[in-house]
């Protein structure tokens, strides 16, 4: 029979586990920046940087997103893209061809392109948590299930809009789809790093607030949390993360899932102290690893939204078939 560990000892052996999985996306990052490079240094060094920055705030919303939105749900297995948010990214995108052209469109201005796409996000977002939510905590289950059906529309008038598509332009549009750290205009990731920043340090200063609520809404309200303003706020907040890193790069399907439960699995609590910064270096790790290992170790050009989505939707699977045992 094994030892019951101690809080200290708990604490001591999470604070390890945080070190060791820092150290091993520091030696990721160290890989992807270097390995493989052939040209000049202070070239190279810049333009992956900027890929690796872009990469290191889309970890830290894609991380936050997640763990919250599983917070105010109360389930391990859904995600902020079962809303629809991606499926309405890759709609306005498709819409944006089939109106203006995909030579319009790749030549319009990015800050354009990133706030239509972000306010678009957030008012979907704003808009079904406004029209749904009362007093009641079935209210967010309804909300998931009217998220899920407003994706399936979503993707029925995609697939409607793409077959009146040129064919020469539906290529142009694939490459919208997928996300993307190679092209991210420098002055919309500084704007997306300020606005996720600023979240992360409000979130930061909520945590205690937050384990409470993911005990549960009755046990919150006795404890006396306003359970029903703290969910609104935090859907919010899941919302404009979700809106501008998916605006910035494109959808990342399943990416929060995998760290966001992974995390809990290594660091064996539910506290927010540590599973949120647990999950945003998985990320960060899954990103750049992965991109080096897609690229330098396999020569691939492929996008590596589609290998997280496929590994991803199998760890989905298996979440649902444990689900009902644990």
């Known amino acids: 029979m094994a030892a019951v560990r101690t809080a200290p000892e708990r604490a001591t052996r999470r604070r390890r586990t945080l070190v060791v999985l820092g150290a091993v996306t520091a030696a990721a990052v160290a890989a992807f920046l270097t390995v493989g490079v052939t040209g000049a240094w202070d070239y190279a060094l810049e333009m992956r940087g900027r890929r690796l920055a872009a990469m290191a705030v889309v970890a830290v919303a894609v991380a936050l997103s997640t763990v919250l939105f599983q917070t105010v749900t109360n389930n391990r297995i859904l995600t902020p893209e079962i809303m629809g948010f991606d499926r309405l990214f890759v709609l306005v995108q498709t819409a944006g061809v089939f109106l203006l052209g995909s030579s319009t469109l790749a030549s319009a201005d990015p800050r ?156 064996g609590t539910h506290r927010h102290a540590w599973v949120l910064p647990g999950a945003a270096l998985l990320a960060l790790l899954a990103l750049a690893g992965g991109q080096t290992v897609l690229e330098q170790v396999l020569g691939l050009n492929s996008s590596l939204s589609i290998v997280v989505g496929l590994v991803g939707g199998i760890v989905f699977i298996a979440l649902l078939v444990r689900e009902p045992r644990q």
């Open 112 to 267: 354009l392109r990133f706030a239509v796409d972000t306010v678009a996000l957030v008012a979907f977002a704003a808009v079904l948590y406004r029209s749904l939510f009362s007093r009641t905590e079935r209210d967010v289950y309804v909300l998931v299930l009217l998220g899920v059906v407003l994706g399936t529309v979503f993707t029925s008038l995609t697939l409607l809009v793409s077959r009146l598509i040129d064919p020469n332009e539906f290529l142009t549009l694939q490459d919208l789809l997928f996300a993307s750290f190679t092209s991210v205009d420098q002055g919309l990731l500084g704007l997306t790093a300020v606005v996720v920043g600023v979240v992360a340090v409000g979130v930061w200063r909520h945590i205690p607030l937050l384990d409470v609520v993911a005990l549960g809404r009755d046990t919150a309200v006795g404890l006396g949390v306003e359970h029903r303003r703290v969910v609104d706020r935090v859907l919010l907040v899941v919302a404009v993360l979700v809106a501008v890193s998916t605006a910035l790069v494109g959808p990342i399907t399943f990416l929060g899932l995998l760290v966001a439960n992974l995390a809990r699995q290594l660091l």
